[in-house]
């Protein structure tokens, strides 16, 4: 198998442990559970909880214990996205090509819905604690982890300061303050808590946020670049989506050529230190290397 | 002091708990903070927090290991708020006499404070495994509990319902489903933890579930009866939002005089539960008693 061969198997794998892990009897209340499942199970890279793998199979994790914080991590992608697109915010009808969640549920479903995601990935987190006792303090840590990357001080304080700035002239600082939380917050929660369970230490946790930080920045960078040279076919979604938000983006700021070149200086520096750890397999690297290179 | 003056001195030291655990270092994204401390430091009852921690030292908790839980609780319920507030959902301008988040901060930012809300207040449950290492498994114990609370088993769950069946005609059944959930279910969260971290059994904590059940039914059904016969001034927001709302509740369904006989058979009922585990002191059974004969 080659490496996008790889990766799509993966894919499957990743999504089949979704699925398992979405609520199953719900009772007058199961439309919750049909939208979670139609936003979650809605396609993607799954990017985070395959790096989350990844790495914890990098420092030697085994078994299951990585799989909960793999269907939380992307539960809580999920919901940004499903609150991202309601009309109060970015206001999007179609993501990876199919509607979004509030456009086929209702606006009020679709707050519950992002709701019901975010709580239910810390439920899901949470049944470690039943499922591994052995594992309590790691199961701990890795939650308190997620919780800190996913909130005030990572995704979500990346999203206020995007909702504050649209509209307005920002400096380089404050777009690689938003994309560091934003979109870097997440990948950092998925290498960490993957190096966490698999019973790493604080430097090696370190170690991976800093790796983490540095994808996360290229793929937002990747992601600026192709919604001005991408299609909408390709993407999956409208493309000019910035300009139409009236988003500064790394590529207003810098222009399309420099963008190009930084999403490339930083993607190998993130791969250098990866391969320095002496422990990244090759569809690890490929993995890296691909993000930044995506097409979509 | 009577026990008027000892609840008003318990809210103080909520208020203070709840203003500790606050982000309170926030940088660009600092505006997040204000609309968190805006809507949590709204006033209230702080019901589900003093219940919480009336039942940690009713069963011999002691120290601050319930702190963290009560700021957490207190979180859910008022990001639950904030989100039923949205011109989405109810669309209410007014809360406890002031404005609501969405209209201070804007529908954006309010979406994102409902979040950031219970995003942290997993976040803060979640320092305990740091601040308390010999206690991880109530921790952990009392982490599942309430996310599954506040879920799609629990108060999502019968929000879902509430906003499904808004408009509708429906039986006693599903209001008593809604009602279990969309308010039973947090003070069932409350009780629960108390007893969980204050190291009591299984047998133990579903008998707090049990009175806790009863509560929340009581106080939902005087909260209709208020709905209908109290003031704007006395409840701080619009009386009648039932019928403005199109939706049908106890006293619609089985008539005032019956909802006020209701109220006070199952509020007895829970006293007597509480009353026979031989623990409950009086400030705790005033308490329950004031709830279901309380003006706002």
Redesign the interface.
Known sequence: MNFEEQRAEKVKEIEAILKEYL?SD????N???EA?EYSLMAGGKRLRPMLMQEVYKMYGGEGSLVEPFMAALEMIHT?SLV?DD????DNDDYRRGKKTTHVVYG??????A???L???A??TA??A??TY?DD??K???A??LL??K????GM??????D??ETGKEIDED?LT?IYR?KTGALIEAAMMVGAVLAGEDDDEVLRMKDIASDIGMAFQIRDDILDVTSTRETLGKPILSDEKNQKMTYVTIHGLERAKEDVKVISDRAMEKLKETGKANEFLCWLVESLVYRES
Do not use: W
Not at 107 to 112: A, H, K, N, S, Y
Not at 150 to 153: E, F, N
């Open positions: 609520p719900l009772q007058n209340q439309v919750i559970g979670m919901y609150h309601l009309p109060a915010m606006e009020d479903m679709g707050i519950l992002g709701d019901a975010l709580n239910y810390f439920e949470a049944t604690f039943d006792p309590l303090e199961v701990g840590k939650i308190a919780a800190k996913a909130g005030v001080y979500i304080g990346g999203q206020v300061v909702v504050k404050t303050f939380l």
